[in-house]
């Protein structure tokens, strides 16, 4: 019986390597789509991966509403990028901005002297407590869609 076990297994072991010397001119490993197709097929259906970051700073006060929405790791280097915040007073958008490498800043705030300096005007009422985050930061691309996205508790002064 073992030596029949034996002659079994020498079977398949000698059918395998057959098989595999048969294939030995293709390629063995498995590939998908390129990059490239894979992100021209996610966009074609909607879907853009969230590949940069955000860090969300933000202070309410009794008489002021400020945020900055700092986005990092962006693509394209050197796109063009705008920052969206909402918060319980709403939600505003910023004007366009091209990034420096793959970064890119963005500030919101109700106060006249940094809106001079190109601050997004919000309303001071814009930031209130509320349940979840109390405010959400997003970086959206050239055609408008989420690449980044963070939610934070702001300080209260």
Known sequence: MKKLHSMV?????A???GVLAACAGESST???PSEATAQATAQAIGVVPLAGSVRLRCERRSNRSK???DGRNLSPRGGIFRARVRAAGGTATSGTR???GDEVEFDFDSNRNDIREGATRIPASFIAARSGPDV???IL???G???ASQGADCESR
């Open 15 to 17: 059918g395998t390597v």
């Open 141 to 143: 691309n050239a055609q």
């Open 136 to 138: 959400v930061g997003e």
């Open 98 to 100: 091209r990034a420096v």
């Open 9 to 13: 297994g020498g079977s398949m072991l």
């Open 30 to 32: 498995v590939s998908g």
């Open 145 to 147: 869609q989420v690449v």
């Open 67 to 69: 945020i900055s929405v």
